[in-house]
């Protein structure tokens, strides 16, 4: 793969870059901005309010603390005013507002359908139809021949809502019960329903404030889920058995430190209920056999502070990505009943120039989640043979995988897109080693993607330093850095150890529509693109 390099000063590389992401300011000729003129508007101005905040010994004042109260009519009163003011100064850019939302959604295909996936002997899809807002949610049994059984239509769900939106859904393991979660307030807190897909009746059981997902034990009937508290904190996790009033359910684990959250799972076997505590710095994993849903749940191994890890069972044993020794990261494998570290053994080892960010487990192939030189790339390892990566054929990309629910197969499922490929879906041949597309977002209009061309670049400085690029340029060959702008450029690695920047390449979609009509995209909330980095050599999180 060719990086192309230019070299700077090592204390210019900073003010190089804002710079360039900046872009140019308007000439003295220019026109001043509408908005400027209207500067005789008066911006709605909060009232203060004394308020002393103590933690850890130290008290801060608030004076805007008052504005936390949602409910309160000021509070109200006050965005309402901000709205107004915000709706008058922009008051010049309505008709342009009206013309380019009518250009987005002109090029967006209305009626639309998921790509398929298979799980546990069922084909599972969202779709849309032209004028309704939310998707219809259904399965295929067997076959994508078979005749559509709709689990969901969301239109009529919403219905009596302004705003309404279901989370995951979850399948009983008989295939016979559907479990959702529904908010209805646009603060993600959501209210577990659950359904009988055979009679199509809603079931009674209704759970409030959750995070929106049950699990499912393996009797079809217990399902596990977490609550939220007034933060919005995922803080305890309950059991749940149909027929039964929530006020009924049992508490099964309260997580009391406040910088910790919690979060349920099932294993990739199937064979465990995963209970999740972590924060940025630790973690601590539980587990309960999923055919015995009224045990105890069981320590993995006790947190540390420092000691990162996740896991996940299959097969005869547990694997765990840790930084255990490993501030890259490295994957071990516990026996079953025997999990805690000592008796973990290296299955990946470290590597100082590799951050390993995630893993996939099945029968036959181990896939690892490798960030090298900023770029995440994905290797594909037979438990028998020779590991390979997935090769893209581009320079910069984001992919992850995705809704790989079944575990005996060969085929890998990837959402994948870079700054000039619209989001696509593909089936990765994990054997054959080939890719095969599935689905590519429709760019409707004229648009021609050949008329751009991403680069991988490398700015050096002095002592070591220096960054990784992913840009995407409009109207110029490979290689040659004329006049024409980088329509959207993205930090991908600092070069100082491996240093590795947490926001990837972002997808074309929508922005390659803005650059069809030649918007400059600087990206984020502000002008320049350099954000906090995870120093992995360092072991930090910034």
């Not at 204390?11 to 710079?19: D, I, P, Q, R």
């Not at 004042?61 to 709205?83: F, H, S, T």
């Not at 599972?124 to 139809?129: A, I």
């Not at 089936?427 to 209009?445: F, P, W």
Request: with cysteine.
């Amino acid at each position: 793969m060719d990086n192309h390099k230019f070299f700077l000063p090592g204390g210019m590389l900073g003010l190089a870059v804002l710079l360039l992401l900046t872009g140019c300011r308007p000439e003295s000729g220019h026109k001043t901005s509408m908005m400027y003129q209207r500067n005789d508007l008066k911006a709605p101005l909060a009232a203060q309010r004394p308020k002393e905040l103590t933690l850890h010994g130290d008290t801060r004042q608030d004076p805007y603390y008052w504005l936390n109260e949602r409910e309160n009519p000021e509070v109200i009163a006050y965005l309402e005013a901000e709205n107004g003011y915000r709706k008058e100064m922009m008051s010049h850019l309505e008709g342009f507002h009206e013309k380019l939302y009518q250009e987005i959604i002109g090029r967006i295909r209305q009626t639309d359908m998921s790509v398929p996936f298979l799980d546990n002997g069922y084909y599972y899809f969202s779709r849309y139809e032209e004028g309704l807002e939310y998707p219809f949610i259904s399965r295929k049994k067997g076959s994508l021949d078979a005749p559509e059984e709709l689990m969901l239509n969301v239109n009529e769900l919403a219905k009596p809502y302004s705003y309404f939106q279901v989370s995951a859904t979850t399948i009983s393991p008989d295939n016979k019960l559907l479990a959702y979660g529904e908010d209805t307030l646009s603060r993600r807190i959501y209210t577990l329903r659950f359904k009988n897909l055979e009679t199509g009746q809603l079931l009674p059981d209704e759970i409030p404030n959750t995070n929106g997902e049950a699990i499912w034990a393996n009797d079809n009937k217990t399902a596990f889920y977490s609550v939220k508290d007034a933060t919005l904190r995922s803080y305890k996790i309950f059991r749940h058995t149909l027929g039964t009033p929530a006020s009924a359910d049992v508490e099964v684990f309260h997580e009391k430190d406040e910088t910790f959250s919690v979060d349920v799972s099932k294993s990739r076997s199937k064979k465990y209920i995963i209970l999740a505590s972590y924060q940025t710095l630790s973690a601590e994993y539980r587990y309960l056999d999923a055919d015995k849903p009224n045990g105890n749940f069981q320590v993995l191994q006790p947190r540390e502070r420092d000691h990162e890890y996740r896991a996940d069972h299959a097969g005869d044993g547990w694997y765990i990505r840790t930084n255990w020794n490993a501030k890259n990261f490295r994957l071990m494998k516990a026996p079953e009943g025997n999990t805690s570290k000592e008796n973990w053994t290296e299955v990946i080892p470290h590597r100082a120039d590799v951050l390993l960010e995630g893993m996939e487990l099945f029968h036959d192939y181990l896939v690892l989640a490798e960030r090298i030189q900023g770029l995440l790339r994905l290797r594909v390892k037979p438990w028998q043979g020779e590991a390979h990566y997935v090769d893209f054929g581009e320079e910069a990309y984001t992919v992850f995988p995705m809704a790989n629910f079944e575990f005996k197969t060969e085929l890998l499922r990837l959402s994948y897109t870079s700054l000039t490929t619209p989001g696509t879906v593909y089936d990765y041949d994990m054997k054959k080693r080939e890719l095969k597309l599935l689905k590519r977002q429709e760019v409707v209009g004229d648009f021609d993607v050949e008329k751009y061309h991403t680069e991988r670049l490398f700015a050096a400085a002095r002592r070591g330093e220096g960054a990784y690029f992913a840009g995407v340029q409009k109207g110029l060959q490979k290689g040659r850095h004329g006049p024409s702008p980088i329509v959207r450029i993205r930090l991908l690695r600092l070069q100082h150890g491996p240093h590795v920047q947490l926001r990837a390449p972002q997808p074309a979609g929508q922005g390659l529509r803005l650059r069809h009509r030649a918007y400059t995209r600087r990206g984020g909330n502000g002008p320049a693109m350099v954000r906090g980095w995870q120093a992995a050599q360092e072991g930090e999180h910034l």
